[in-house]
């Protein structure tokens, strides 16, 4: 029984690596000059996992290998995602911003992104809305390792759930790539850049942005689905969470890093890809149970 110990996010996330490993294979052509090593490494990535997951259940409880074979998704989330910039031009030739900037003008009569930052251009301001932008990072670590401390079973929700959710987000950016409001306009306000949280997220995209990642905002997504287990299994911080997510929301937009309509993608994905993320880790859960 070589896949007795797969869990739901084992499936989710070998299906992942198998499925761009064909998007690389398939549709590489002379747009991704590097694509054998980048093939070889999904294909080591595979290997690797199975072979972390077989050897834990055959030692399970030991240190390490136990808290690797828990956290691994967690671990490739920042390599996957900045993979995205290499694989988001095989599909579409340079970036739809032009239609996302457009839909969010026509929506709301001008740029939301713009026009909030230039009303609002004082370093306190903008301070809070980039340590908002940053508690994003907080909330993903933090509520995983309250969980695991708490309870294997409720972690391996948690990391099922929100590994589906970056998935399934990485994805839509490899065929529907768009930068964000930043490709507008790149010239900040000297007081909007000055305090350390600022500093901070610049240094941040400065190393890991993957360019073409914007729409829909896996910064939404991902910090609604943290709420979530919150309020499933961290109680006490449920209302103090829900206030820095909605904070969040609001500060993807003031720092331009996504434009309006792409924070209500990322509401819409949470609203379908959580539910079904839900089923199918109890749906697996239970067939592996049985």
Known sequence: MRFRAYTFVDYATQGYLGLTALVILGFHGDKLPGWPRLL????????????????????????ALDFLRHFYPVLLYTGLYCETA?????????????????????????????????????????????????????MIGGVGLALYARSREQFFHYV???????????????????????????VFP??????????????????????????????????????????RYLRPIRWAHLGAAILLCVATVYCRYHYAVDVLGGVLAAAILLPAGNRLYFRFTQRSRA
């Open 160 to 186: 099922s759930v929100v590994s589906f959710i970056f998935y399934a987000c990485y994805l839509i950016y490899i065929v529907l790539p768009v930068i964000g409001p930043r490709s507008l306009d790149p």
């Open 190 to 231: 000297a007081a909007v850049e000055a305090g350390p949280f600022a500093h901070l997220m610049a240094s941040i995209y400065r190393i890991f942005e993957g360019p073409g990642a914007a729409f829909p905002s896996s910064h939404v997504a991902v910090a609604i689905a943290t709420v979530y287990f919150s309020f």
């Open 86 to 138: 290499a694989l988001n031009h095989l599909f579409v030739a340079g970036f739809l911003d032009p239609w996302f900037a457009g839909l969010d003008a026509r929506l709301f009569g001008f740029q939301p992104s713009l026009t909030f930052m230039a009303a609002l251009p004082f370093w306190p301001v903008s301070e809070l809305f980039y340590a908002a932008y940053f508690s994003y990072y907080v």
């Open 40 to 63: 070889a490494a999904h294909v080591l990535a595979i290997v690797l996992i199975h072979a972390l997951i077989r050897g834990w259940a055959a030692r399970p409880g030991r240190g």
